[in-house]
């Protein structure tokens, strides 16, 4: 499956091995699959070793023999059979997190300079396995995501549709009725099935929503048991928050409340859960900034703050759980627009996954004044421009998750913040059009922002 991913690996290896690249990414987001591609395809030769599997006498080459780096080669070359070439071969480290060792290695085999070198492994244990080595600053990192919008459209066989919303998109032009309609299909298909590889070419193969849920609900399954086995020490917290997501998503302002979790529950006791979470991109957090100015991140209330999943076809089959696996019911209602509850939830999260695949840190504005009806309003999303100037740096958005809404916030914020605003979105389920200082975007332009 096409990957955009693969671009920034073809940049990388034409640096000529002045680095080794980490590519991070939650469990099932398709690292190792990617990798190992991009080695057939682009290098004459290339050795896996995946620390999952690897044995004993793997990692003993590491511990004996790194100081001779001419042994150290031929001694991988000869065990897995594969003869290396200079400056045409890559040796790969897959789940290098499972073994410390060699990521400290990285430093010396990147200077060597014979070969190159990539890593992958889930954040969910990159972290607590490097406390006693020497982190390596010749690594080179990359975040792999779900699929996005375009991706699946690649992944669908469709390699036009996106080219030219994206020129509808830059020229302000709408898709016309029959593309509107076309692409929309489209979105509601990646709502359902989300970006999670397997997940994706299970609904290639078969069409089937319910074969679909049934590979999604094994993926949070490999989760929680991630959580039980990575977690240490605060297992039970981290669980109670994953499982909370859901519950949490449906409520109006979507906020994470953490006296869900235990009345009087305190923000410091809970924040290193919350930090695991996001540390293994299950999950997108979302937070206050209480001035909408440059440097969204100095103006941060990190107690206020919002949980989404990292991907919306997970958080459907999350979300409806009553029967171990989302009826086939529920999935018409989402793909023929008619499912009456959590549907604003669902599309909110999937701007968040959007924006986030496009580089965007999250975050959003609130006030609650109970004094000043014209300051109190909510604005779902914010992002910087990318070009800092002295005004005008901030672009404000919404999200609707129907075509019947009012946007009252959205004009309240206008026309209290005007100097701070760049462009104003309104992002819903219907063509593009602009009105009255408001760009109307189709949901399935938010990645494009």
Sequence with gaps: MKRKAYEHFLKWKDSNGKTALLVKGARRVGKSFLVEEFAKNEYKTYILIDFNKA?????????????????????????????????????????????????????????????????????????????????????????????????????????????????????????????????????????????????????????????????????????????????????????????????????????????????????????????????????????ASTEPNVGLSLNLERTLFKCYMADTGLLISHSFDEKGIVSEEIYKKILFDKLEVNLGMIVENVVAQMLTASGHKLYFYENNSKTDAASRMEIDFLISKSKITNRHNICPIEVKSTKNYTFSSLNKFCKKYSENIDKTYLIHPEDLREENGIIFLPLYMAGLL
């Design 55 to 287: 044995d004993s006498r793997v990692k003993d080459i590491f511990e004996n023999n790194i100081d001779d780096l001419d042994s150290f080669f031929l001694m991988l070359q000869t065990f897995y059979n594969v003869k290396l070439y200079k400056r045409e071969s890559v040796i790969i480290f897959d789940e290098v997190q499972l073994f410390p060792r060699a990521r400290s290695c990285i430093k010396y085999l990147v200077e060597d300079g014979r070969y190159d070198f990539i890593e992958t492994g889930s954040l969910v244990s990159i972290y607590e396995n490097v406390k006693d080595i020497l982190i390596p600053s010749e690594e080179e990192s990359i975040n792999l995501y779900p699929f996005d919008f375009e991706e699946f459209l690649w992944a669908m066989g469709n390699e036009t549709l996106m080219p030219f919303i994206q020129s509808c998109y830059e020229n302000k032009q709408q898709l016309g009725q029959a593309l509107h309609r076309k692409a929309m299909e489209y979105f509601r298909q990646y709502l359902i099935v989300g970006g999670m590889p397997q997940a994706v070419a299970e609904f290639i193969e078969t069409k089937d929503f319910e074969k679909v849920d049934a590979v999604k609900r094994r993926i949070l399954n490999l989760y929680r048991d991630d959580i039980q086995k990575h977690a240490k020490g605060y297992e039970t917290k981290v669980k109670m928050i994953f499982d909370e997501i859901p519950s949490q998503l449906k409520n109006q302002n979507r906020h994470f409340k953490l006296s869900a979790l235990k009345e009087g529950a305190r923000y410091n006791d809970y924040k290193e859960s919350m930090f695991w979470l996001s540390d293994a991109m299950v999950v997108n957090h979302c937070y």
